[in-house]
């Protein structure tokens, strides 16, 4: 049995054995007592590159490996590398690593691990870069251009021009000193045409912006005429542009066909809109015909709104009534490319589908949608009233075939509006019975225009002085559409002109909460509280309105009276002051800052706006009137006679400015010129006592033989006086006596008078102003008026809608 059992030999190899074999070249312990390793590393045998592994077999590979066991001989060179898993024998043996990785034998001499060498300390500065060199200086040098173009063109977005030109230039002195210090260091063919390029572009477009025009079409010609600049023919759209501005047409012409000639047929929308350009420039020169070419080219390949509507201009210029109407079809059948009003309406009850809704509504792709159609709206509403009188033999048939078409078009909606411009083309033409029929067919249509249609009527009997039909209209515009401000502001303007402030106020309000940009509705709610004798509340409303319309004169004025109402006169010549800045020529707002620094005793100041509103409207009674009293103050009354005189052309009817010439005659000490007014006063009015005294005094004074006259006529004239004055009297008395006649039980008339009476009266007594109907109004009453006509002037009137 124990024959079956092989012992091994000692000296037979182990199936294990070798697993802490290792080369020998792997030994670094004693390395440093290594006289060939050491020799090898002095020398240069120690620097040849490593040689490749070699398997066994090889002469390399045959040298003896040695064991843990065996005695480790000194490693004689440097020669190849141990093979892990390499065949021995003839027998493979497991793969095995002599260590762990990051493992190394001085840790156990008390070396910390430390794989990334991180105890050596902080890695040296970097080199510092040697600015002094040329090829840095060039580098700062490009950057400062860049910035310098970059800081001009902030400038022209900021509006600084004058900034924006001074940094261009800058930036173009900077590059001609980067590209002559590149000429120096001789690396001139390394020249950055790009930025050459953005200098001398961004500089032209500044001289243009700047309105130097020779400088922006010289430094285009630099660019243009340089063959390295690449696409450099599309700069000539700009000077184009330059001789459009200059009015030089043919030659922005010429440039739009140059730039035309070397643009692609690829760049489409480029072309398009250079000969939309050439078209505009033809119709300045008034080329129609060629325009219409261009604008024809564009309508068959890009059609747009913009070219239909300068076609339509063209053929009607042109007198073309056929091709007027095709155009017209043209422009309505023009495709919008914006989404249709059903997609920004929720559709179902889903939230999120909802919340995108809400966030596109009115993003700004959605505001430029409603800008693009208003625009098409507004050139199709333009094209209709202006071609409708030439289309047809009357502008009603022209209005009716473009409503037709419209209707028929994807712009349904602006059939109505061109029936509401129909009437208003009627109320132009002074036909208002036409305006009113053609309103009144809305009043079975639908709410919205319904509405329209009543408020506009509504505002034409109001203009009319038919307050019942305006307020029965205004009703009706109100029921069918409650949210409509036009229509409650005639409503209010209704009301307050029967009286009844309160009620129209409300209406007013009501207008504001609905449309709180309604500033129709607030100046009318700020004029009821000014006759409610609210005058704060009205100032708030007039501050407000004001903050809307900063340059309205009306608010200014309005503001102005308030303050004067007020007590503050500082304030409101303030207002003034700013409402003259807005309106220079307004005579009424110039009287009345010459009227509140007379009240404040300035003078000089009231002299110098008063002449103003004289120069400006010299038949303002009240004006002329307190220039000439200024005049005789101040003791020149021979330049009073002068305003006298021109009262006396505007109201010759009245004595008084006769008798104040004649009166600035006498002063003057011109006796002879004072006695032929005084006599040519006393033919018109023979019966004037103040004429005939001033007659008496100057003949006595001058010795004249006409005094005799004078006086007798004076004193048959005073007697006349007191006999008129007892009749008035014994008049007043008998009719006093009637009345209380008459209450006691008198059959006769209270009014009745004897005929007799009535001859006598008609024979004795002639009015020197001449007859009741023609006699001019007294100063107080005429200033009243004066300044009800400026109050209706300045904006004192309800607006209505």
Same mark, same amino acid.
């Given at each position: 049995?124990?024959?079956?059992?092989?012992?091994?030999?000692?000296?037979?190899?182990?199936? /294990? @054995?070798?697993?802490?074999?290792?080369?020998?070249?792997?030994?670094?312990? +004693?390395?440093?007592?290594?006289?060939?390793?050491?020799?090898?590393?002095?020398?240069?045998?120690?620097?040849?590159?490593?040689?490749?592994?070699?398997?066994?077999?090889?002469?390399?590979?045959?040298?003896?490996?040695?064991? @843990?066991?065996?005695?480790?001989?000194?490693?004689?060179?440097?020669?190849?590398?141990?093979?892990?898993?390499?065949?021995?024998?003839?027998?493979?043996?497991?793969?095995?690593?002599?260590?762990?990785?990051?493992?190394? @034998?001085?840790?156990?001499?008390?070396?910390?691990?430390?794989?990334?060498?991180?105890?050596?300390?902080?890695?040296?500065?970097?080199?510092?870069?040697?600015?002094?060199?040329?090829?840095?200086?060039?580098?700062?040098?490009?950057?400062?251009?860049?910035?310098?173009?970059?800081?001009?063109?902030?400038?022209?977005?900021?509006?600084?021009?004058?900034?924006?030109?001074?940094?261009?230039?800058?930036?173009?002195?900077?590059?001609?000193?980067?590209?002559?210090?590149?000429?120096?260091?001789?690396?001139?063919?390394?020249?950055?045409?790009?930025?050459? %390029?953005?200098?001398?572009?961004?500089?032209?477009?500044? /001289?243009?912006?700047?309105?130097?025009?020779?400088?922006?079409?010289?430094?285009?010609?630099?660019?243009?005429?340089?063959?390295?600049?690449? $696409?450099?023919?599309?700069?000539?759209?700009?000077?184009?542009?330059?001789?459009?501005?200059?009015? $030089?047409?043919?030659?922005?012409?010429?440039? /739009?066909?140059?730039?035309?000639?070397?643009?692609?047929?690829?760049?489409?929308?480029?072309?398009?809109?250079?000969?939309?350009?050439?078209?505009?420039?033809?119709?300045?020169?008034?080329?129609?015909?060629?325009?219409?070419?261009?604008?024809?080219?564009?309508?068959?390949?890009?059609?747009?709104?913009?070219?239909?509507?300068?076609?339509?201009?063209?053929?009607?210029?042109?007198?073309?009534?056929?091709?007027?109407?095709?155009?017209?079809? #043209?422009?309505?059948?023009?495709?919008?490319?914006?989404?249709?009003?059903?997609?920004?309406?929720?559709?179902?009850?889903?939230?999120?589908?909802?919340?995108?809704?809400?966030?596109i509504k009115n993003d700004q792709l959605r505001q430029?949608?409603?800008?693009?159609?208003?625009?098409?709206?507004?050139?199709?509403?333009?094209?209709? #009233?202006?071609?409708?009188?030439?289309?047809?033999?009357?502008?009603?048939?022209?209005?009716?075939?473009?409503?037709?078409?419209?209707? @028929?078009?994807?712009?349904?909606?602006?059939?109505? +509006?061109?029936?509401?411009?129909?009437?208003?083309?009627?109320?132009?033409?002074?036909?208002?019975?036409?305006?009113?029929?053609?309103?009144?067919?809305?009043?079975?249509?639908?709410?919205?225009?319904?509405?329209? =249609? =009543?408020?506009?009527?509504?505002?034409?009997?109001?203009?009319?002085?038919?307050?019942?039909?305006?307020?029965? %209209?205004?009703?009706?515009?109100?029921?069918?559409?409650?949210?409509?401000?036009?229509a409650l502001v005639n409503k209010g303007n209704t009301?307050?002109?029967?009286?009844?402030?309160?009620?129209?106020?409300?209406?007013?309000?009501?207008?504001?909460? $609905?449309?709180?940009?309604?500033?129709?509705?607030?100046?009318n709610v700020g004029l009821t509280y000014k006759k409610?004798?609210?005058?704060?509340?009205?100032?708030?409303?007039?501050?407000?309105?004001?903050?809307?319309?900063?340059?309205?004169?009306?608010?200014?004025?309005?503001?102005?009276?308030?303050?004067?109402?007020?007590?503050?006169?500082?304030?409101?010549?303030?207002?003034?002051?700013?409402?003259?800045?807005?309106?220079?020529?307004?005579?009424?707002?110039?009287?009345?800052?010459?009227?509140?620094?007379?009240?404040?005793? +300035?003078?000089?100041?009231?002299?110098? %706006?008063?002449?103003?509103?004289?120069?400006?409207?010299?038949?303002?009674?009240?004006?002329?009137?307190?220039?000439?009293?200024?005049?005789?103050?101040?003791?020149?009354?021979?330049?009073?006679?002068?305003?006298?005189?021109?009262?006396?052309?505007?109201?010759?009817?009245?004595? #008084?400015?006769?008798?104040?010439?004649?009166?600035? %005659?006498?002063?003057?000490?011109?006796?002879?010129?004072?006695?032929?007014?005084?006599?040519?006063?006393?033919?018109?009015?023979?019966?004037?006592?103040?004429?005939?005294?001033?007659?008496?005094?100057?003949?006595?004074?001058?010795?004249?033989?006409?005094?005799?006259?004078?006086?007798?006529?004076?004193?048959?004239?005073?007697?006349?006086?007191?006999?008129?004055?007892?009749?008035?009297?014994?008049?007043?008395?008998?009719?006093?006596?009637?009345?209380?006649?008459?209450?006691?039980?008198?059959?006769?008339?209270?009014?009745?008078?004897?005929?007799?009476?009535?001859?006598?009266?008609?024979?004795?007594?002639?009015?020197?102003?001449?007859?009741?109907?023609?006699?001019?109004?007294?100063?107080?009453?005429?200033?009243?008026?004066?300044?009800?006509?400026?109050?209706?002037?300045?904006?004192?009137?309800?607006?209505?809608?």
């Amino acid at each position: 049995m124990m024959e079956r059992v092989h012992l091994a030999a000692e000296e037979e190899d182990d199936l /294990y @054995s070798g697993y802490n074999d290792y080369n020998p070249a792997f030994d670094t312990d +004693d390395l440093e007592n290594d006289a060939g390793f050491q020799q090898a590393v002095k020398t240069s045998h120690g620097r040849r590159p490593p040689v490749t592994a070699k398997i066994p077999g090889t002469a390399i590979g045959a040298r003896p490996l040695g064991t @843990s066991f065996m005695s480790r001989a000194p490693l004689s060179s440097s020669l190849g590398r141990p093979m892990t898993g390499a065949l021995q024998d003839g027998v493979s043996r497991p793969m095995t690593a002599v260590r762990a990785a990051g493992y190394s @034998s001085a840790m156990s001499r008390g070396s910390a691990f430390d794989p990334f060498g991180q105890s050596k300390g902080p890695a040296p500065p970097l080199e510092t870069k040697n600015e002094d060199t040329p090829e840095e200086k060039i580098k700062i040098l490009e950057k400062k251009v860049n910035d310098l173009i970059e800081e001009s063109c902030m400038a022209h977005s900021q509006g600084d021009l004058q900034l924006a030109l001074e940094k261009a230039k800058e930036a173009g002195r900077k590059e001609r000193a980067l590209v002559r210090q590149r000429e120096q260091v001789g690396t001139s063919e390394h020249v950055n045409l790009d930025l050459t %390029y953005s200098v001398l572009f961004n500089l032209a477009n500044q /001289y243009a912006n700047s309105e130097m025009y020779p400088e922006a079409l010289n430094t285009y010609q630099v660019i243009v005429k340089n063959k390295m600049f690449s $696409n450099a023919g599309r700069l000539k759209v700009n000077m184009a542009n330059i001789y459009f501005k200059q009015k $030089n047409y043919p030659k922005a012409i010429k440039f /739009y066909r140059m730039a035309l000639d070397q643009i692609s047929s690829a760049h489409k929308e480029m072309r398009i809109k250079i000969m939309q350009n050439i078209g505009v420039v033809f119709v300045k020169m008034g080329q129609y015909s060629d325009a219409v070419t261009s604008f024809e080219h564009i309508m068959s390949e890009s059609p747009n709104i913009r070219t239909g509507f300068n076609l339509i201009l063209c053929y009607y210029a042109t007198g073309d009534r056929e091709r007027m109407k095709k155009a017209f079809q #043209k422009l309505i059948s023009v495709p919008l490319g914006i989404d249709e009003e059903e997609r920004y309406t929720p559709a179902n009850d889903d939230p999120h589908s909802n919340l995108v809704i809400e966030a596109i509504k009115n993003d700004q792709l959605r505001q430029m949608e409603r800008e693009r159609k208003a625009l098409a709206e507004k050139f199709i509403m333009t094209s209709a #009233k202006l071609i409708a009188p030439a289309i047809e033999a009357s502008f009603a048939a022209g209005f009716d075939w473009c409503v037709e078409m419209v209707k @028929s078009s994807q712009y349904v909606e602006l059939a109505n +509006d061109l029936e509401i411009n129909k009437a208003i083309t009627y109320l132009r033409q002074r036909d208002f019975n036409q305006a009113v029929e053609t309103l009144k067919t809305f009043e079975k249509k639908d709410s919205r225009v319904k509405s329209a =249609a =009543a408020t506009n009527l509504s505002f034409l009997y109001f203009l009319e002085n038919d307050c019942d039909q305006a307020e029965r %209209y205004a009703d009706l515009a109100m029921s069918a559409d409650r949210y409509n401000p036009a229509a409650l502001v005639n409503k209010g303007n209704t009301v307050f002109v029967k009286g009844d402030y309160e009620k129209a106020a409300e209406f007013y309000k009501e207008a504001l909460r $609905n449309d709180s940009s309604c500033t129709e509705a607030l100046y009318n709610v700020g004029l009821t509280y000014k006759k409610l004798n609210r005058l704060e509340e009205a100032l708030d409303c007039f501050l407000k309105l004001h903050a809307i319309l900063r340059n309205s004169a009306q608010v200014m004025y309005q503001l102005a009276s308030l303050y004067e109402m007020l007590e503050d006169p500082n304030q409101a010549i303030e207002w003034l002051m700013q409402l003259i800045s807005v309106s220079p020529t307004d005579p009424q707002a110039l009287a009345k800052l010459g009227e509140m620094y007379d009240n404040e005793g +300035d003078k000089s100041q009231a002299f110098q %706006y008063y002449y103003e509103a004289f120069r400006y409207f010299p038949s303002n009674i009240d004006v002329i009137e307190w220039l000439g009293a200024y005049y005789i103050d101040t003791q020149f009354c021979e330049k009073a006679i002068m305003y006298f005189e021109r009262a006396a052309l505007i109201q010759p009817t009245h004595v #008084k400015w006769q008798l104040m010439a004649a009166s600035c %005659y006498r002063r003057s000490g011109n006796y002879q010129k004072a006695l032929y007014t005084y006599k040519d006063i006393h033919r018109k009015f023979p019966e004037n006592v103040e004429c005939l005294r001033f007659l008496v005094r100057l003949c006595t004074d001058m010795g004249l033989k006409e005094v005799q006259d004078y006086a007798t006529k004076l004193k048959k004239v005073e007697k006349m006086k007191e006999i008129r004055e007892q009749r008035v009297k014994s008049g007043r008395e008998s009719s006093a006596r009637g009345r209380r006649e008459g209450s006691a039980g008198s059959v006769l008339p209270e009014n009745r008078h004897s005929p007799l009476l009535e001859q006598v009266r008609d024979a004795s007594y002639v009015d020197p102003l001449g007859p009741q109907t023609e006699r001019p109004k007294t100063a107080a009453k005429k200033r009243s008026e004066e300044d009800e006509f400026a109050d209706e002037e300045l904006g004192d009137d309800l607006l209505p809608e």
